[in-house]
Nanobody
Framework: QVQLVESGGGLVQNGGSLRLSCAAS???????????MGWFRQAPGKEREFVAS??????SYSDSVKGRATISRDPAKATMYLQTNNLKPEDTAVYYC????????????????WGQGTQVTVSS
């Protein structure tokens, strides 16, 4: 079973930058080769939404963060990252890392493993 732990959240000012990390506690191959890794976020009163994902050779971003976010991974460290620049108040949410099998949709229902989340707050 894949276990994921997010870190790097916190308070940042409007227009600032932040990098989130997601560390896997199980097999590097199972996380970074057999699975697609993704980031989701959930703001108070809203549903969990897709942010970005990374497969073996492709990345995908939601329109909300396109041009501002970069997803990457380091298989040697079994860690995935989400770098987001020009943060906005609407980016405030709990951010979750997750893993899914290839072929599943980039929706919450498509992902099988989840971290506990890390809070990101962007001041107005």
């Amino acid at each position: 079973q894949v276990q994921l732990v997010e870190s790097g959240g916190g308070l940042v000012q409007n227009g600032g930058s932040l990098r989130l990390s997601c560390a896997a506690s199980r097999s590097i191959l199972s996380v970074f080769n057999a699975y697609v890794m993704g980031w989701f976020r959930q703001a108070p009163g809203k549903e969990r939404e897709f942010v970005a994902s990374i497969a073996r050779i492709e990345t995908s971003y939601s329109d909300s963060v396109k041009g501002r976010a970069t997803i990457s991974r380091d298989p040697a460290k079994a860690t995935m990252y989400l770098q987001t620049n020009n943060l906005k108040p609407e980016d405030t949410a709990v951010y979750y890392c997750a893993a899914r099998r290839p072929g599943k949709p980039n929706t919450a229902a498509g992902y099988s493993y989840w971290g506990q989340g890390t809070q990101v707050t962007v001041s107005s």
